[in-house]
């Protein structure tokens, strides 16, 4: 079977009209299999884009995509709890599931796993497979050693491996808002100050590095994750889905790069120039290589130790 | 350390085996299977109860250490595991299922459901909660769960998610998920300036910079000054270097119906475990007896010589 591309949540608090024209030329133009749409980050964004979803889902299925609904990663308040049990227990639509508080409610429902869910073994993979779990998102600091042990088991059990390739890498998450508290306020006095950074807020050190990035409550790497060079490596493992995070970039070219990867029109040097061309980056992969992450790994090069 | 914080009077104390199965890996720290032994039975002659750590994640091949912990915690008599990794706590309760298994704070789960989750698969009987909780939402929950609760009452202010973090590796290639160490003192580094400020790295990152006349604190990266464009002038991005100290809300806690208080212990000096525990351990009987807590000063003894109530009285830090 051919691996799959996909693209995953929108981190960032992009607005309304910037979402529904970002997933209108995805539907249309790009050679995505299967989008995961909702907000994974920050509960008070939800009301923004709520109204827009069945269009968007409209869209996208015309153009022949799977949707997959994904939950909240962090899920404290009344409303995150029912944001989380309204999506788990109702309806037939694909779902991926970011927090334990969605495991409950599914009652053996098929569900995807999102990356957020720490499944770092088979056991706990097996676990989750026998109340429903298809699908696995595994967490990004994964090296790629690990994730083929975990394919391993995963094909007997027929559930999907599914690893990020692209994108900035979602580190931590926080009760507090570190957007907010950068402006001077408070989460519930946030007046979506992280709207105004649609890729993130950068963090620099004392020594000017540029280090980190925050999006609300969320921490990223301040480099793209970037395994267009290592795509051979990726399916040799048993990756079945390639997972592709939404940036303000042409999402349309990075999308194509990848699957012109995936369907072995193009080398890693080819795509990796290509992207580069984007002018986004810098580009990292130390996790899949078990090495620090913010580190780039040039496969071709020297073994760094 | 062990023996420190039963004779100073703690109901219990958690260990970990010498190796990445616990979210303290540090050289220095932990136990051998002899020397949990021996402490098991010491803390048992005092009448006190050992809990052992099982608390990081365990990476796919790695799976037989984790299993050899919990056989061993098994075979001494441990009074209870503390787990976060789901495939951990179902080869517990599958193979050891007399042994008590508390969830840990590591496993990340802040709402009844997915605490109700943990207990309806592994029969969890403790769930130790985010530092992240009101005291009213703690009496909530409590309400909405079947296990006991242990809230954390001193020590580190963390407002990162716990168990979902990969700041360390990210930095310096080393996992606190999987293996059980944030901010390792291997990658530390402490240089001095020409203008004498002290910098604290974290492998090849800038955590801090301490001006001469400061303090000079740990370098993880959660408690470090950067600076952003919306903020230029150096700032703790995150959170300050702060120590949680919840001795007066003792009363408030019992009101709510926590069944445990936890300490921080770990990588702390035995006149720290002994100061702390006392302290608390006083503080609690009080409660106990119906008297207001005796507050000592255990600011002394708290990081950055400044304390805080943290999430528990308001919402106002988030």
């Given at each position: 079977m051919a691996a799959k591309l996909t693209l995953g949540p929108i981190l960032f608090h992009w607005d309304a009209d910037a979402k529904r024209d970002f997933y209108a030329r995805i539907a249309d133009e790009s050679p995505i299999d299967t989008v995961y749409l909702g907000e994974v980050v920050c509960s008070k964004r939800t009301p923004f884009f709520d109204s827009h979803l069945p269009e968007v889902v409209e869209r996208l299925e015309r153009g022949g995509k799977t949707v997959v609904f994904s939950s909240l990663t962090e899920v404290v308040l009344n409303r995150e709890r029912k944001?989380?049990?309204?999506?788990?227990?109702?309806?037939?639509?694909?779902?991926?599931?970011?927090?334990?508080?969605?495991?409950?409610?599914?009652?053996?429902?098929?569900?995807r796993i999102g990356p957020m869910m720490n499944v770092y073994n088979e056991e706990t993979m097996v676990h989750l497979a026998g109340h429903g779990a298809n699908h696995f998102s595994l967490p990004p600091e994964l090296p790629g050693t690990v994730v083929e042990l975990m394919a391993q088991r995963a094909r007997p059990l027929d559930v999907a491996i599914e690893v990020q390739a692209f994108g900035r890498v979602p580190l931590a998450i926080?009760?507090?808002?570190?957007?907010?508290?950068?402006?001077?306020?408070?989460?519930?006095?946030?007046?979506?100050?992280?709207?105004?950074?649609?890729?993130?807020?950068?963090?620099?050190?004392?020594?000017?590095?540029?280090f980190l990035v925050i999006n609300g409550v969320q921490t990223l790497s301040h480099g793209y994750l970037n395994l267009a060079a290592e795509i051979e490596d990726l399916?040799?493992?048993?990756?079945?889905?390639?997972?592709?995070?939404?940036?303000?970039?042409?999402?349309?070219?990075?999308?194509?790069?990848?699957?012109?990867?995936?369907?072995?029109?193009?080398?890693?040097?080819e795509a990796m120039s290509r992207l580069a061309a984007l002018g986004i980056g810098p580009f990292i992969n130390g996790f899949w290589h078990g090495i620090a992450g913010h580190q780039y790994h040039d496969a071709r090069g020297p073994v760094v130790a | 350390m062990l023996r420190a914080a039963v004779d100073a009077g703690a109901d219990a104390v958690y260990c970990g085996f010498q190796n990445a199965t616990n979210a303290r890996n540090f050289t220095g720290l932990n136990f051998t299977s002899e020397e949990l032994h021996s402490s098991v039975a010491y803390a048992h002659a005092h009448g006190a109860k050992v809990l052992l750590a099982l608390n990081s994640f365990a990476s796919a091949g790695r799976f037989p250490l984790w299993k050899e912990a919990a056989d061993c915690g098994a075979r001494i008599g441990v009074d209870a595991f503390i787990v976060a990794d789901i495939g951990v706590a179902a080869y517990i309760a599958h193979h050891h299922p007399h042994c008590r298994l508390h969830l840990s704070v590591q496993a990340g789960a802040s709402s009844p459901e997915a605490i109700n989750f943990y207990c309806r698969e592994f029969g969890i009987r403790r769930a130790v909660l985010p530092r992240i909780l009101t005291i009213p939402e703690i009496r909530q929950l409590k309400a909405e769960i079947p296990c006991e609760?242990?809230?954390?009452?001193?020590?580190?202010?963390?407002?990162?998610?716990?168990?979902?973090?990969?700041?360390?590796?990210?930095?310096?290639?080393?996992?606190?998920?999987?293996?059980?160490?944030?901010?390792?003192?291997?990658?530390?580094?402490?240089?001095?300036?020409?203008?004498?400020?002290?910098?604290?790295?974290?492998?090849?990152?800038?955590?801090?910079?301490?001006a001469p006349d400061e303090q000079a604190g740990y370098p993880t990266i959660c408690k470090g000054r950067y600076c952003t464009a919306a903020r230029p002038e150096p700032f703790y991005a995150f959170e300050e270097p702060i120590s949680l100290n919840l001795m007066e809300m003792l009363?408030?806690?019992?009101?709510?119906?926590?069944?445990?208080?936890?300490?921080?212990?770990?990588?702390?000096?035995?006149?720290?475990?002994?100061?702390?525990?006392?302290?608390?351990?006083?503080?609690?009987?009080?409660?106990?007896?119906g008297r207001a807590p005796d507050l000592i000063d255990l600011l002394a003894l708290t990081e950055g010589q400044k304390q805080t109530q943290g999430a528990f009285m308001t919402k106002k830090w988030r």
């Open positions: 944001m989380t049990t309204d999506l788990c227990v109702a309806g037939d639509h694909n779902i991926e599931i970011n927090n334990a508080a969605g495991l409950i409610a599914t009652k053996g429902r098929p569900h926080s009760a507090r808002c570190f957007h907010a508290r950068a402006h001077r306020r408070s989460k519930d006095e946030c007046q979506f100050v992280c709207g105004k950074d649609p890729d993130g807020l950068t963090l620099t050190t004392l020594e000017n590095e540029r399916l040799a493992r048993g990756v079945t889905h390639v997972r592709l995070m939404p940036h303000r970039t042409d999402m349309v070219a990075v999308s194509t790069i990848f699957a012109d990867r995936l369907a072995g029109r193009s080398t890693g040097a | 609760i242990e809230t954390f009452v001193f020590g580190n202010h963390g407002l990162m998610v716990e168990g979902r973090c990969s700041l360390t590796n990210y930095a310096v290639g080393i996992s606190t998920n999987m293996d059980g160490a944030c901010s390792p003192p291997s990658k530390v580094r402490y240089d001095r300036d020409s203008a004498g400020a002290v910098i604290a790295s974290l492998g090849s990152h800038v955590i801090d910079r301490f009363p408030a806690l019992a009101a709510v119906g926590v069944d445990a208080l936890k300490i921080e212990g770990r990588q702390r000096s035995r006149a720290y475990v002994g100061n702390v525990v006392g302290g608390f351990r006083k503080a609690i009987d009080a409660v106990a007896a």
